[in-house]
C-alpha cells in the first residue's frame, strides 16, 4: 500500500473510530440502546475503512469474509441505522425474529454463501475491485462472481431505501411532537436530518463513481475516494454528536398522530370544550409559557388531553404547536405596537418564543412579514 496522503486521512479515521467505541464504552456502558446500535454502526463504518485500505494491499487473505464490502456489507448499515433512529423517537429495538427479518440479506449473501465457497472472488475482483468483472479485461468470470458485482451494486440501492424510509420517519416525529408541544428543539431534530442527508450524500458520490466506472469501463483506484472519503465523514459526524449534540429524548411524546374515528367526543361537547379553550386562553394566556405542553394546556382547562387535541385538530382546523404559536404572533404585535422601545428579542421572549428564529419563522408564517417589517409598517422604526 502507498502511502499516500488519503491513506493517511483513512487511518487518522480509524483512530477516531476507535476513540469513539471507547467513549460508547467507558462513558456510556452501551445502554440505552441506541448507544448499543450506535457502537455496531461505528464499527461498520471503520470496517469499510479497514476494508478499502487492506484491499490497496495487493496480497491474499485465507479468510474470504475479510472482503466483506467486496459481498455486500453495506446491506448492514441500513438496517443499523434505522433501528438506531427508531431508539431515538422511542421505539426499542429488541432482537425479535421480525426485527432480525432486516438483517438476513446480510446474513446470507456476506455471511453465509462465502464461506462455503471455494476461490469466491477472482484475483482481479480482491485485488482491484468488484467491478472488474464488468471491464473487458476478464477472460473468464463465474456466474457466482459476476452476480456478487451486481449484489455490490444493489447494496447501495438497499441502503437508499433506508435512507428514505427513515427521513419520512423523522418528519413524522417532527409532526407528532408539533401535536404535543408548544415549542420545538428544532437543532435536534435538524440534527437527526443531517446524519440521514450526509448519508444520502455519501451514496451521491457512489453513484457518481459508478457512473464513471460504467462510461469509461476502466477502474482507477483513486476513484474509490470519492465515496470512502465521505464515508470516512461520517465517524466524524458522530463524534460531534458524543462531544455535546443531544438527540431529542428529553420530552416524552404523549401520544401518536390522533385517529378520532373511534373518538366517544361528542359534537355538542366538543362546541362547549372549544369555548372553554378560547375563553381560557384569552383570558390566562397560557401560551407565554414558552414550555408549555398540550398536557399541561389541558390539565389548566380541565378537559381530557386526547380530546382537547382532537378539538384543536378537528374545529379549529390546525395543530397545538400553530394554535399556540398563532397566539404567541398576536401577542407579539400588541406588544410591537405599544412598546416600540423594546427590542424583538424581548417581545420575543415576552410573547412565550425560546429563540429568536423561531419566533421570525413564526411571525412570517402568519403574517406574511418578518418581525422587522410588521414594525415598520406600525411604528416609526426600530429602537
Same mark, same amino acid.
Given at each position: ?10 487511518? !487518522?479515521? $480509524? ?9 460508547? &464504552?467507558?462513558?456510556?456502558? $452501551? ?26 494491499? /495487493?496480497?491474499?487473505?485465507? &479468510? +474470504? ?39 438476513? /440479506? ?18 482481479? %475482483? ?25 449484489? *455490490?451494486?444493489? %447494496? *447501495? ?7 428514505? #424510509? ?6 413524522? #416525529? ?5 401535536? +404535543? #408541544?408548544?415549542?420545538? +428543539?428544532?437543532?435536534? !431534530? ?43 465523514? $461520517? ?17 416524552? =411524546? ?26 381560557? =386562553? ?42 399556540? +404559536? ?58
Amino acid at each position: 500500500m502507498s502511502v499516500d496522503l488519503l491513506s493517511i486521512l483513512l487511518l !487518522i479515521t $480509524l483512530a477516531q473510530g476507535l476513540f469513539i467505541l471507547s467513549v460508547l &464504552v467507558v462513558r456510556y456502558k $452501551l445502554r440505552p440502546t441506541q448507544h448499543l446500535v450506535l457502537f455496531f454502526m461505528v464499527i461498520v463504518l471503520m470496517w469499510f475503512q479497514v476494508e478499502f485500505l487492506s484491499v490497496r494491499l /495487493p496480497y491474499d487473505i485465507p &479468510v +474470504n469474509a475479510f472482503y466483506g464490502t467486496r459481498f455486500g456489507a453495506w446491506l448492514l448499515l441500513g438496517p443499523l441505522f434505522y433501528f438506531y433512529v427508531q431508539s431515538i423517537v422511542g421505539v426499542q429495538f429488541a432482537f425479535s425474529p421480525r426485527n432480525i427479518l432486516h438483517f438476513v /440479506p446480510f446474513i446470507i449473501l456476506v455471511c453465509l454463501i462465502p464461506i462455503f465457497s471455494d476461490e469466491f472472488l477472482s484475483f482481479r %475482483q480482491v485485488n482491484y475491485g468488484m467491478l472488474t468483472t464488468f471491464d473487458p479485461f476478464n477472460d473468464s468470470i463465474t456466474l457466482i462472481q459476476y452476480i456478487y458485482s451486481i449484489v *455490490f451494486v444493489l %447494496q *447501495f440501492i438497499h441502503l437508499l431505501v433506508y435512507l428514505i #424510509y427513515v427521513f419520512v420517519m423523522v418528519r413524522r #416525529y417532527e409532526r407528532n411532537l408539533k401535536g +404535543n #408541544y408548544s415549542a420545538l +428543539n428544532s437543532t435536534d !431534530i435538524r440534527w437527526l436530518k443531517i446524519v440521514d442527508l450526509s448519508m444520502l450524500l455519501v451514496l451521491a458520490f457512489v453513484s457518481l463513481f459508478l457512473v464513471i466506472f460504467f462510461i469509461t469501463r476502466s477502474y482507477n483506484r483513486n476513484f474509490d475516494y470519492l465515496y470512502v472519503l465521505p464515508t470516512a465523514m $461520517l465517524i466524524y459526524l458522530i463524534s460531534y454528536k458524543l462531544a455535546g449534540v443531544q438527540w431529542l429524548v428529553s420530552a416524552p =411524546v404523549t401520544g401518536r398522530a390522533a385517529k378520532y374515528e373511534k373518538s366517544s367526543l361528542k359534537p355538542e361537547q366538543a362546541q362547549t370544550y372549544l369555548q372553554l379553550l378560547e375563553h381560557f =386562553v384569552a383570558e390566562k394566556k397560557p401560551y407565554l409559557n414558552n414550555e408549555l405542553r398540550l398536557f399541561d394546556l389541558a390539565e389548566m382547562v380541565g378537559i381530557p388531553p386526547h380530546h382537547l387535541s382532537q378539538v384543536i385538530n378537528e374545529q379549529l382546523q390546525t395543530s397545538f404547536f400553530d394554535y399556540i +404559536n398563532r397566539s404567541r404572533i398576536d401577542e407579539a404585535k400588541r406588544l410591537i405596537k405599544s412598546h416600540p422601545d423594546s427590542s424583538l428579542l424581548e417581545i420575543a421572549f415576552k410573547a412565550g418564543f425560546n429563540n429568536k428564529t423561531s419566533f421570525t419563522n413564526a411571525f412570517k408564517k402568519f403574517s406574511g412579514q418578518t418581525p422587522l417589517e410588521f414594525r415598520r409598517s406600525n411604528t416609526s422604526g426600530e429602537k
